[in-house]
């Protein structure tokens, strides 16, 4: 390991993939639960879903109309109708009728099951019954005015999901649609990889909670919230642990109210010039290393392991300045927080933009700049947000996506294409 990699080193600086790989060193797929379907939304299966039904489970109508032996009824039109018996009627969820014998026909409604004997059903559009008929037994015969083929508007049974047939692999992300696939083969609880609970501390004398009186000299904890809502939309539980004092023992109290985390953000008390209590907590706690990270915003990061009464919880440290923050909460805990509930791709999307303004980089840092995508002409376009310092959050609330600028590059100019790692996909960017 050079020099220059070594935490040791106070003007070490790590690239962003460093970082990430010593951070998800440490992560793995949380343990398998049992889940109400309902509860699954996002989650990662663990299990093969294998039905034991067939689906449909019969033979049965696509269309309301009659169930006829497609032979009687080939050469049937309307100069020259065939008659048939009508024996009976059948409705969905019904059981089939019999046996159909020549020359009869079963009045039937879409998803009633197929008599036996049967083999296609014409629709009442195309017979004498026009459906209006109030009182259909009345009339026993029913003329057919269209030649038919064997298996017309049958749907056969397990043309949708055979009995034992795998319907979904372990490893796949549950979805609505495959969540309605797991209720018709019956399955109300599957086994998924558990959602990792996440405990966000932020610390700072000069931190109030939302909602209580701002005093003077102070700021408003807005860490914690888009940390937490960040939390929530990768697919973790948050917990938010509240605001630490600039002290050994507020910190500590804190931290120890974790310990039933699978993971540990704090926010602040992280870089060069702030206290380095958090720094001494954590390690009389548990091991740390601190970190200047190669990336714009989001430079100091501390990365842990928390000892909690035997057990180790895993810390990542973000820089206080609140879009430093939340682009390193991107990079870094975003991935570790998808690793533990058993997704394979970790990354964010990455489209290619052509760029409306310049991005300046004087310190050879890998830049992400807050930014908005749009679409002109079917090409993407990027154009930069407002201030790009770590402390205006209201640019970092305007944009979709990160635009980047490599470490080896001082400048992109306006023209060029960049790549954008995609924070949200509002519709009207497709």
Not at 15 to 27: G, M
Not at 110 to 127: H, L, R, S, Y
Not at 228 to 256: H, Q, R
Request: charged share 20%.
């Amino acid at each position: 390991m050079s020099s220059k990699h070594h935490a040791g080193h106070h003007e070490s600086m790590i690239d962003v993939e460093d970082a990430l790989s010593k951070i998800l060193a440490v992560f793995r797929p949380l343990s398998i639960q049992e889940t109400s379907i309902l509860e699954t939304n996002g989650m990662v299966l663990a299990e093969d879903i294998i039905s034991e039904i067939n689906i449909p489970p019969l033979d049965n109508s696509a269309m309301d109309g009659y169930a006829v032996k497609y032979e009687n009824v080939e050469n049937a039109s309307s100069k020259t109708p065939k008659k048939l018996k009508i024996v009976g009627t059948t409705a969905a969820g019904e059981l089939p009728y019999s046996t159909l014998l020549n020359n009869e026909s079963i009045r039937i409604m879409t998803g009633a099951p197929i008599p036996t004997g049967a083999n296609a059903v014409v629709p009442f559009e195309k017979t004498s019954d026009n459906f209006n008929n109030k009182n259909p037994n009345t009339t026993c015969e029913v003329q057919i005015l269209t030649g038919s083929f064997a298996g017309q508007n049958v749907r056969k049974a397990g043309q949708d999901v055979k009995n034992g047939e795998i319907v979904l692999k372990s490893g796949s992300v549950l979805h609505p649609s495959h969540i309605a696939l797991i209720a018709s083969v019956g399955k109300a609880t599957v086994k998924v990889f558990r959602r990792p609970q996440v405990a966000i501390l932020a610390t700072g004398n000069e931190i109030t909670k939302p909602g209580n009186k701002l005093e003077q000299g102070r700021i408003y904890d807005s860490n914690s919230y888009g940390i937490a809502s960040a939390v929530t939309e990768a697919g973790g539980n948050p917990l938010i642990v509240g605001i630490a004092k600039d002290n050994f023992d507020s910190i500590e109290k804190k931290l120890n109210q974790c310990k039933d985390s699978d993971l540990v953000i704090t926010s602040a008390g992280v870089s060069k010039g702030d206290f380095d209590i958090v720094k001494n907590v954590l390690s009389q706690n548990g091991t740390i290393e601190f970190h200047s990270v190669r990336m714009k915003p989001g430079k100091p990061l501390a990365f842990g392991v928390l000892r909690q009464n035997k057990k180790l919880i895993p810390l990542v440290g973000l820089p206080g300045n609140p879009v430093s923050a939340l682009v390193a909460f991107e990079q870094f805990c975003r991935p570790a927080i998808r690793l533990m509930l058993g997704h394979k791709f970790i990354p964010r999307a990455t489209i290619k933009a052509i760029l409306d303004d310049d991005i300046d980089n004087p310190d050879g840092r890998r830049i992400y700049a807050r930014s908005l995508v749009y679409k002109k002409n079917d090409v993407y376009h990027v154009s930069l947000i407002g201030v790009q310092s770590s402390n205006i959050l209201s640019a970092m609330g305007k944009a979709n996506g990160l635009a980047i600028c490599p470490e080896n590059k001082t400048l992109v100019k306006a023209g060029e294409a960049v790549a954008v790692m995609m924070l949200y996909w509002p519709s009207e960017v497709f």
